[in-house]
Every structure is written in C-alpha cells, then in structure tokens.
C-alpha cells in the first residue's frame, strides 16, 4: 500500500523550501502518494514559486487577507487543515516546514486528527522567545508536536536532544534550500537563453543588470521581520537613503516585500516610489526565485533580514549584513561570511562602508562555504520517510 504524504505550505520561504521535496515524493510515486496543501498565507509571493517549479497543489486554503493579524492567520490554518483532514483527504504524515504560522497551525491540526507530523528545518534556535518573532516559539512549538525531526545541522541536532527530543527521532538532512538553490544553478548554467531572459525580466521589474557591465558593484536588500516593524524598518530605510547617497557609484536594489508594514516606512522615507528616480536605488517588486538568485549571483555584498538568505548567500560567496539581532542561523556567522548589526542605524552604515571600502575585509567574507547542506537534504528525507 503506497503511504498518502502531505506537505503542507504557505509563504514564500516554505514553497522554495519544500519545492524540492515534493519534487522528490512525486518521483517515487511507486512508493508515495503526494498530497499537496497550501494555506495560501503568502498569495502573490507563494504562487510565483508555485510557476517556477510546476506544483499544483490539491488543496488551496486562500488563506490571505490584507491586514489581517497573526491570530487571523493561526485560525484560518487551523480550521482549513482540520476541514481537509475530516472531510478531504487522511493523510499518513503531514510534512511542515520551518517557523511559519502556517507551518505551526498546520502540525497543530495534524497532532488533534491524530495524524504524525514530519518537521523539515527542526531544531533551529535563538533561545530568545522574542527574536525572531513569532518564528523562535512557533519553531519551538511544531518541534514538541513533530513525529520526526528533520535537523539540517548537526548543531541544529543538538538543539532538539537538550530539549529532550528522542534522538531516534533525529535526522541530520542539510537544509533543502540548498536543493532548491541547486536546481535553479543548475537551470540557469546550462540555459543561456534562459538567463537573457531572467535579464529581460529583471530589466523590466526596473534594474538594469548591465549597469554592473562596467565594475560597477550592486547592494541587493531585502527586509520583512515583524520585530523590525516601526523604529526598526525606519532605521533600516535612513541607513540605506544614507549609504547610497555616500556611494553614488554603488547600485542599492531593495525587491520590496508586499507585506504593508514593510511599504509604509520605505515610503515615509523615500517619497512617492513611483515617481523615484534617484540614480543608484531602485526599489521593484518581489522577484521570482529565479530572477533573485541571479541578483544575488551577481551582488557584491546582501544586507538583509532573512533568515533563508543567510543560508543561500554563503554558498554563492556572498556576504551577508543581516538586520537582526540574533539568529538562528549561527553556522555562517561562526564561518564569518554573515554578520549581525541589528537595525541600528550606525552598524548598517559602518558595516556596509567597511565592505565596501576595505577589500581585506571583503574577501575575509566572501569565502564561499555550505554549511547547509550538498543539495541532497530531500533525497535523504525521502529515504528516511521509506523506511
Ligand atoms: C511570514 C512568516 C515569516 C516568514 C515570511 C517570509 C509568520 C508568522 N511569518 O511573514 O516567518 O519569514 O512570511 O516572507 O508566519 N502579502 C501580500 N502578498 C503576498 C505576501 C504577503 O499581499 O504574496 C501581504 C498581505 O497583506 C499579508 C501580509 O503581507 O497579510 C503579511 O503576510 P504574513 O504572512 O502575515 O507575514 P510575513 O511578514 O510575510
Ligand atoms: N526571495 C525571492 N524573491 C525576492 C526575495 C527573496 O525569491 O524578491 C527568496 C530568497 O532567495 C529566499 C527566500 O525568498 O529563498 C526568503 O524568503 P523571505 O526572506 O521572505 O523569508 P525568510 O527566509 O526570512 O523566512
């Protein structure tokens, strides 16, 4: 009898993240039937990533509205999966990802239908309930809820055995971004056609990447955190308006993420986007995967507050400012290819000016490591989840 397993996701860290493990249960449909639910928490963002993998998912909660607060979410995830589970499809094993509330509500859901959860990117820990937030206690939570445990560090392993989690119940994966990552490399370099194209494409959301033709250097800039939100993001925002009227022949390209909080301060800032035309700082829309790893490919250095990027960038030999103040993330940081400056306006200008200035502490950074994985994390879900 084949096993019924459903992933379960909902923004756009998570499809990137799973992409590559559905892709692999699809592949062993000898073995798997792949049940796909996504809670639609992320509606635009989720569904570029849907495209550029080719997942259609079975089930779609549409779960987004604007404005709506984390307790809005948590319960529309939480009502939707226990609709699916009583009246739709039982599953075996429902697979969740990460810190999301989409991921937490999801495996809350799965533990009341009695239903074993698999956690994909277990253990990963601040140990400081209010950084990141809510991610480190929703973390926290799918971690006391899951079945199976898939750590992509061994570190991250070590999180979960002193919280007393059975090691049996361990799996030392790497982190399936790493696949993902790796599967769009891989597309990219053998396609050159495909890459005009990306080109085309980011010409067309308003960057030129020929503008980098010349030695020119590129500031790639993403921010979303909840923890950030108010003080934070307006710091953030001063600190680039700053930057990049010190280093006129430096590009800032910030793909600004759709959540409102993150627009209003860019725009008390930076004035009516629209009509901006500042030379060096270009704010466009969210990318789709492909086209953002092409910008970080082609990016001097990431100032950024995702937690995903902290692990994408160090591969590709990028260094990563990143806008918090812990993270969960700590192998980069320990290989000194990242680095925590808090949304303190004074350490994001002196940081970046230091890279950029300084090209002895550029290259200390951007040593190319993986501490995240080979780009097998999915296959080696999969054979476990066989056994
Ligand atoms: C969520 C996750 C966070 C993850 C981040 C990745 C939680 C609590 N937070 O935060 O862990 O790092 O996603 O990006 O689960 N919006 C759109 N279209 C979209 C996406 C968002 O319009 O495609 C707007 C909507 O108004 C939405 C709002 O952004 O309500 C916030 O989205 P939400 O998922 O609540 O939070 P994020 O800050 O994106
Ligand atoms: N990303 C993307 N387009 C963008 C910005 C980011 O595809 O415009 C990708 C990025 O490569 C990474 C993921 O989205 O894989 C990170 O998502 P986000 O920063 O929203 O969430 P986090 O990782 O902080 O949870």
């Not at 692999?24 to 000898?30: F, S």
């Amino acid at each position: 009898m084949k096993k019924k397993i459903m992933v379960v996701f909902g923004t756009r860290p998570e499809a990137i993240k799973m992409a590559p493990v559905v892709k692999a249960l699809q592949k062993c449909d000898d073995k798997f039937e792949t049940v796909i639910t996504v809670t639609g928490q992320h509606r635009e963002m989720l569904d570029q990533v849907l495209d550029i993998f080719d997942i259609k998912p079975d089930f779609d909660l549409n779960i987004m509205r604007s404005g709506q607060d984390l307790t809005d979410v948590s319960c529309r995830v939480l009502q939707g999966m226990r609709d699916i589970f009583v009246n739709k499809c039982r599953p075996d094993i429902v697979l969740v990802h990460g810190d999301t509330s989409t991921s937490t509500f999801a495996g809350i859901a799965a533990f009341y239908a009695n239903i074993p959860v698999g956690h994909v990117e277990a253990g990963l820990r601040t140990h400081n309930k209010l950084s990141p937030w809510p991610e480190e206690m929703n973390r926290q939570i799918t971690g006391r809820i899951a079945d199976f445990h898939f750590a992509p560090t061994s570190s991250s392993r070590l999180n979960l055995l002193n919280e007393g989690v059975d090691g049996d119940s361990i799996f030392i994966t790497g982190n399936t971004v790493i696949d993902a990552l790796h599967i769009v490399v891989d597309r990219m370099e053998s396609n050159p056609e495909l890459v005009a194209e990306i080109d085309n494409g980011i010409k067309r959301m308003g960057y030129n990447l020929e503008r980098l033709s010349n030695g020119r250097k590129m500031v790639l800039i993403t921010g979303h955190r909840r923890e950030n939100f108010g003080e934070g993001f307006l710091s953030i925002c001063k600190a680039i308006k700053d930057l990049a009227e010190k280093y006129r022949d430096v590009d800032f390209v910030y793909p600004m993420h759709l959540n409102p909080n993150v627009r209003k301060p860019i725009q008390a800032i930076f004035g009516n986007l629209d009509n901006k035309d500042d030379g060096n700082l270009f704010f466009i829309e969210p990318l789709e995967y492909l086209a953002f790893v092409r910008m970080m490919s082609k990016s001097y250095i990431i100032l950024t507050d995702s937690g995903g990027i902290q692990e994408e960038a160090p591969g590709l030999g990028k260094p990563v400012v990143v806008m918090r103040d812990t993270t969960e993330r700590p192998e980069a940081v320990e290989a000194g290819t990242v680095k925590l400056v808090g949304t303190d306006y004074d350490k994001i200008v002196s940081t970046v000016s230091t890279l950029l200035d300084d090209s002895n502490m550029y290259k200390s950074m951007s040593n190319a490591i993986n501490p995240y994985g080979d780009g097998n994390a999915s296959k080696r879900i999969i054979e476990i989840l066989s056994e």
